[in-house]
């Protein structure tokens, strides 16, 4: 869990200085989510996850920026999650809409039965 964590506050540190929408405040909310797949789960239902979850920011109006990517880590302290998505959103309230958008709610609906774990941090970029 400490590398998770590590690459994360490494994450967060260098996208805070990546371009995206910031609030009027200035800041940016970034909302990682990383994904631990059932050992049943196969390769078209792992791709067809990744795809819906590509679709979401087309869908969802409130989504600033969206980037993602499978671990490639050589340090093997990745505890079996395997996809990480990176979600910006200019509020709480604008992170608040996308968790209960029809389309989010769908999108967690194919997920859940090939999902083993999911892990979510929100946090506001610090320069």
Same mark, same amino acid.
């Given at each position: 869990?400490l590398g =998770?964590?590590?690459?994360l ?5 260098? !996208? ?8 009027a405040?200035?800041k =940016?909310l970034?909302h990682?989510? !990383? ?5 049943t789960?196969?390769?078209?239902? =792992?791709r067809q ?9 087309g869908? =969802? ?6 980037e993602w ?7 093997n302290?990745?505890q079996? +999650?395997? @996809?990480c998505?990176?979600?910006s +959103?200019?509020?709480?309230k604008d992170r ?5 958008a029809?389309? @989010?709610?769908e999108f967690?609906a194919l997920?859940?039965?090939? !999902?083993?774990?999911v892990?979510?941090v929100d946090?506001w970029a610090q320069?």
């Amino acid at each position: 869990m400490l590398g =998770i964590l590590s690459c994360l506050t490494f994450l967060g540190a260098f !996208l805070s200085t990546s371009k995206t929408s910031v609030s009027a405040e200035g800041k =940016i909310l970034r909302h990682v989510v !990383l994904f631990k797949f059932k050992d049943t789960a196969t390769p078209a239902q =792992i791709r067809q996850v990744e795809d819906a979850f590509r679709a979401l920011p087309g869908k =969802i109006s409130e989504v600033k920026t969206f980037e993602w990517g499978t671990n490639v880590s050589p340090e093997n302290l990745a505890q079996g +999650f395997t @996809h990480c998505f990176l979600l910006s +959103f200019s509020s709480d309230k604008d992170r608040d809409a996308y968790l209960v958008a029809p389309a @989010h709610k769908e999108f967690g609906a194919l997920l859940r039965p090939n !999902l083993d774990q999911v892990l979510v941090v929100d946090f506001w970029a610090q320069p």
